[in-house]
């Protein structure tokens, strides 16, 4: 079964409060980046279409990164959420989905690797940091914002369960 | 058919998938420059330039040790010639003093010998030697004016130098001991035998008259025997060089002990000076008077 992709003013509306959810939670930097990661994995990308979902993408990470307010040079979130933004968007088109399964799998390898490139953006981009533990938030909690990005995409196609 | 040139225009989505390269090439560009993004040249072309530091570095380090190393060839190539000067100008002044060091050292000898003799000495200096003559000997600087008179002992410190055998208004010639016409009555310091010293020319003298009874050894301190009564006994003579036994009596060879080619200053004994003398430090003292009682 071959999912309809959401409306663009659908997609746009929840980026958009997504990322207003991505300023608002800087005081909890563990809900941010679960949000952050919500927005540019689930929400931005975008099949067919890659320049919306890249700007919100590209948003966030200058959101997130701001709010921190820590990085002597910004700009590596940013561009570590574009370059997954493009890639989820391209996966997206070249391998169309067909159930939450897959696409809680698909968000949980992205999850991983988007840890992995904003570290390393990050630390092209600032120089050496602590990774710490923090990345693990938005891998452990995929099942969580997945199915909410899932519903709120997807909700009038299927029922949500796996 | 005619070929027409279609126009060249780019979609829609071409230019949004330029916008979306340049995009990522400009955060990406961003991102590499980093915080510091002359560092990057910085550090390459610090790399490029690494060897030619390098070399530049050795060569100047190469060029700083020559120079330190020939300012230290200067500084040491002038040392060199100070002290060479100093050397030579310490050497000339010894050489200056040398003479008059010898003969204060032998002026200290003879003060010391005429400390020892108690008689009245008096000195005098040597001025010329006609030794290498036959039958020559020494000159000295005094004479009648200091009331000098032929056959007085002469001494140097070392041990005796011969006699007065002509003396002029200020000047007088010794017949030195190891004159063939020169003789000295002597002794043998160990076993006390008497002889004649009969001079043989170069310091050697030999004694005459010892027994071949006599136990002499070569080595042995020959002294005055004070019989001629031109020495005291006691004077040093020489050593025995050599003894050997003769017919009659013990051929006895003997080393003056005075160096009479060298001998600058003598002492000139009184004539006719007494048989024995004693030393300042062995003439009798007062015994102290013994106590009486208790204290």
Redesign the interface.
Known sequence: MRIPVPTLLRQNLWCAVALGLVVLSAPFPRLQLVVHACLVLALAPRQG???VG?LWA?AAGWCLEGSLRLY??L??T??AD??MA?LAGWMAGRWPLEGLKGWLQRLGAFALMQALLMHG?VR????PHALGWTWLWPVLTVPIWGWLGWRLLYGRSGSGRL | MVLRASRWKWSRAAWQRLFLVLLWLGHGGWVFLGPHPGQHWSALVERLSRPAESLASRWETWQTFRRERALDTTQLRAERERLQAELAEVKRQQAEAAPRLAEAEEAISLLGLKQQIPLELKAARVIFTTRPATFGGLIIDRGGDLGLVPDQGVLAPQGIVGRLWSVNATQSKVLPADAPNASVAVMLMRSRATGVLQGMGNGRAAIRYVSNQEVVQAGEAVLTSGLDRVFPRGLLVGYVAEVAQGELELKVVVNLSAPLDRVHQVLILPPHPPLEVQPPFLTEQPKPKAKRGGA
């Open positions: 279409s890659p320049l890249a590209v002597p040079h700009g590596g940013a561009w574009l370059t493009l953006a092209l981009a600032a120089g």
